[in-house]
């Protein structure tokens, strides 16, 4: 399973939802890859993203975006699990 993570520099919000994701990815039942991308790389993505991040997004999908959580994702996710 892997998650992509949109992020952008000097985001307090990013860092929290960082540290949330890895604490899903340590509880999760199974294997979970975060890819980490930083909308400031990109111009559609920062178009795209720039008042929304952070976002988690799985299968094109997005699960969160602005204060993620744990529950949430944890809730979110567990609806991918087949």
């Known amino acids: 399973m892997k998650i992509q993570f949109y992020v952008g520099r000097n985001c307090t919000l990013c860092e929290n939802a960082r540290h949330q994701l890895l604490f899903f990815q340590e509880s999760f039942e199974r294997h979970v890859e975060i890819e980490t ?23 094109s999908h997005i699960i969160q975006e602005g204060n993620i959580d744990f529950v949430t994702l944890l809730e979110e996710m567990s609806r991918f699990k087949s």
Do not use: A, F, G, T
């Open 37 to 59: 991308i930083n909308i400031e790389e990109d111009d559609q993505l920062m178009e795209e993203y720039m008042l929304r991040i952070p976002v988690v997004k799985y299968n």
